[in-house]
């Protein structure tokens, strides 16, 4: 679904989620409801966890940072506020009006960043959407694979490796 919800067809993951909840919850036949369980997903939403690194990733990251992210606008900058993070650059699949890993959302940070594909790492935990995304607009990926899943050897393989953020410190 968001795959489809592209340019004018765009749709708020928050509303693609309800749809999608809704379809297997008929598909299994109960009585829960989409719109209710979207409450708690939306409570994760607002202020999901971070991994212990990350603060301290970021604070010895000298270079600029660009958030790219799926999770719509209001999410995105609830959670950034509540961890106390502050990023000048942050570009949602809202913004771009679609969702990684679709180049669209990629090419985006590039223009914020006003940096060139070959001059930045993107750096996600999504193989699908992160590295296969990122690799297609051509940039090089630093996949941090905290569950150490396996890939096929007819796989794309990102470019560097990590199970923790810390990964990230390594590559620059």
């Not at 309800?18 to 939403?45: D, F």
């Not at 966890?49 to 970021?58: A, G, L």
């Not at 660009?66 to 949602?92: M, P, Q, W």
């Not at 001059?119 to 905290?146: C, F, M």
Request: with cysteine.
């Amino acid at each position: 679904m968001c795959y489809e919800a592209y340019g004018k067809n765009f749709r708020l993951q928050k509303d693609i989620a309800v749809e999608s909840l809704e379809i297997v919850l008929q598909s299994l036949q109960s009585t829960l409801s989409g719109h209710e369980l979207m409450k708690i997903i939306h409570e994760y939403w607002n202020a999901p966890k971070i991994f212990p690194e990350s603060r301290d990733v970021f604070a010895q990251c000298n270079l600029p940072i660009c958030i790219v992210t799926n999770v719509d606008d209001e999410f995105i900058y609830r959670a950034l506020k509540k961890h106390g993070l502050n990023f000048s650059n942050v570009v949602t699949s809202e913004l771009c009006r679609s969702y990684k890993p679709r180049a669209d959302v990629f090419l985006k940070a590039l223009s914020v960043l006003g940096l060139s594909h070959k001059e930045v790492l993107h750096i996600g935990d999504s193989y699908q959407n992160d590295i296969l995304g990122a690799k297609a607009a051509g940039i090089p990926t630093l996949w941090v694979n905290r569950k150490k899943k396996k890939l096929n050897p007819e796989d794309v393989a990102p470019d560097f490796v990590s199970h923790t953020l810390n990964g990230v410190l390594d590559c620059i």
